[in-house]
């Protein structure tokens, strides 16, 4: 099943408004001959695979999508973000699984956007993946630790191959 959803404000004028950004994938497979091509060992776990990700917030145009000039042609950034929530982030595939939720608010008063709030993540199988691909030659051993040691920077373990990040 794929659904989409896309709002946004069409012109500069006044306070920032509203945006949504809203996209589904779930229940893919793949057929047993494209699965024997990449994997024909069987190595991976070929459940149905999802995507989910349902981002609102605000957001005010610099020039309006319907301007006359080309966007950015005001020395301003075409778009600027008041708001992010991540409602919901889901990605489910080859054995793991990544589900995440936030929300921040976004200081505009500096030559870069900064973001301020939190978004919480809950990881399962990554390790286990990564394993899968070193055994299947499709990732090497030394580039499989990196990918372990910079996830270890930025998670805390939770239990067998599950980790939170925030």
């Known amino acids: 099943a794929l659904s989409m959803k896309f709002s946004m404000p069409v012109t500069s004028e ?3 408004g509203p945006f949504t950004i809203v996209q589904r994938i779930g229940g893919m497979t793949l057929s047993d001959g494209i699965w024997a091509m990449f994997d024909p060992g069987a190595v991976l776990p070929h459940d149905p695979m999802t995507f989910a990700l349902d981002l609102t917030g605000t957001m005010r145009l610099a020039d309006g999508v319907f301007a006359s000039r080309p966007p950015g042609d005001s020395g301003r950034a075409p778009a600027e973000f008041e708001t992010l929530s991540l409602n919901e982030l889901k990605l489910s595939a080859l054995g793991a699984d ?4 936030g929300a921040a608010r976004i200081v505009n008063d500096g030559p870069e956007p900064r973001p301020v709030g939190a978004a919480d993540f809950v990881i399962k199988g ?3 993946l990564f394993d899968r691909l070193v055994a299947m030659n499709l990732l090497p051993q030394d580039q499989a630790m990196g990918m372990r040691m910079m996830m270890a920077m930025f998670t805390v373990p939770t239990g067998e191959d599950s980790a939170t990040s925030r």
Request: proline fraction near 0%.
């Open 14 to 16: 006044g306070e920032a």
């Open 98 to 101: 990544v589900v995440g939720k």
């Open 126 to 128: 990554l390790n286990g």
